[in-house]
């Protein structure tokens, strides 16, 4: 029987437990503090050692916390202590947390403690399938520790807000240091006085070939373009941004159009259709994919049945849109009308 941090642990003597519980108690406490657990999180551990940041944050208020352990554990921690909604995971970490993501599990904190060889990278990626609200990061390593947050920081939507060392054992080398990071991108109705924004990404949104030079600000004038952002506002208009760090980043938009005066990608007059563009810098991180399954929310919310788009033949994004559920139309030259049907879909 051990304890640590007022929780009880049944160990066989050859465990890992920490040698020096009295610090163990002042790092974990320091964890605690910056991962700002609140009454009804969703809190997901991954690696850290016996489960304790889990039984911490359920002892918090959360709701419901997902222990991941690579290995089987000595006993249940969470019975022991009298913890309920814990539950565990047994085995490799990267597919459970892509099994949370695919169930749509949100979460608002994540813990992660490797070894001093830091993280694999699809471990970051699976991570980063979460999104989580806040990522603690335990480290002993500072290499690792630095790699792994830039990756995190470079393709995720992640700041690091708080660094801090730990000393595990005076007079020694023993230094643990924890990262604290905070997720700063935010998907919002696009405000009316925001309207001019559309300009910009509808330029961004034009498909130029590779070895073509981009076309002139001015082709924005031609009629075939700027029916999708003139008097924006009116019936059957819905628009998204991406705001990172008060800077909007990428853009949806869909709108209704006729016979008379069709759009690209028109497919019937009760279908809108959808344009999206992200700015360069903050592409290939899964941006498109958020911001057009939050635009198919609300149009489903509004009661429309489906959604179309136009996308070039060669274009990367048509895969993208294929695995969103897209489905070829119809073929129009160089490029295909794509339509994803929304019933069915509602929850």
Not at 132 to 160: A, C, H, M, W
Request: net charge negative; charged share 25%; aromatic share 10%.
């Amino acid at each position: 029987e051990e304890s640590l941090c007022s929780l009880k642990f049944s160990l066989p003597s050859t465990s890992d437990f920490p040698s020096s519980p009295s610090q163990a108690e002042v790092l974990y406490s320091k964890v605690m503090e910056l991962a700002q657990v609140q009454d009804g999180d969703i809190v997901i551990d991954c690696c850290t050692t016996h489960g304790v940041l889990t039984l911490l944050s359920m002892r918090e208020g959360a709701s419901q916390s997902y222990l991941l352990q690579e290995f089987t554990p000595y006993c249940d921690e969470a019975a022991l202590n009298g913890i309920e909604h814990v539950e565990r995971f047994v085995g490799n970490n990267e597919k459970h947390l892509r099994q949370l993501a695919k169930r749509g599990q949100r979460c608002n904190t994540l813990f992660l403690s490797p070894s001093e060889e830091g993280c694999e990278r699809s471990l970051l990626d699976s991570v980063l399938t979460i999104n989580p609200g806040r990522i603690i990061y335990l480290s002993r390593q500072e290499r690792t520790l630095k790699r792994d947050l830039q990756y995190l920081v470079q393709n995720g939507f992640y700041q690091v807000e708080v660094i801090q060392g730990v000393d595990m054992h005076p007079h020694s080398a023993n230094l643990q240091v924890i990262a604290s990071l905070k997720y700063v991108l935010s998907i919002r109705p696009l405000w009316r006085r925001e309207y001019p924004l559309l300009g910009h990404f509808l330029y961004e949104a034009i498909y130029i070939a590779e070895g073509e030079a981009p076309p002139p600000l001015s082709v924005l004038e031609d009629p075939s373009l700027s029916h999708y952002i003139q008097d924006f506002g009116r019936d059957g208009d819905y628009a998204l941004v991406a705001e990172v760090q008060d800077k909007v980043v990428g853009a949806v938009w869909v709108r209704l159009f006729d016979s008379q005066d069709p759009g690209y990608g028109y497919f019937t007059s009760e279908s809108p259709e959808l344009c999206i563009a992200i700015e360069e810098p903050f592409r290939n991180r899964g941006l498109g994919r958020q911001l057009i399954e939050e635009m198919c929310k609300v149009l489903l919310h509004a009661g429309y049945e489906k959604v179309s788009l136009s996308v070039q033949k060669e274009s990367r994004a048509y895969k993208l849109y294929q695995s969103l559920g897209f489905l070829v139309a119809e073929e129009r030259g160089d490029a295909y009308v794509m339509v994803r049907f929304l019933q069915g879909e509602r929850r």
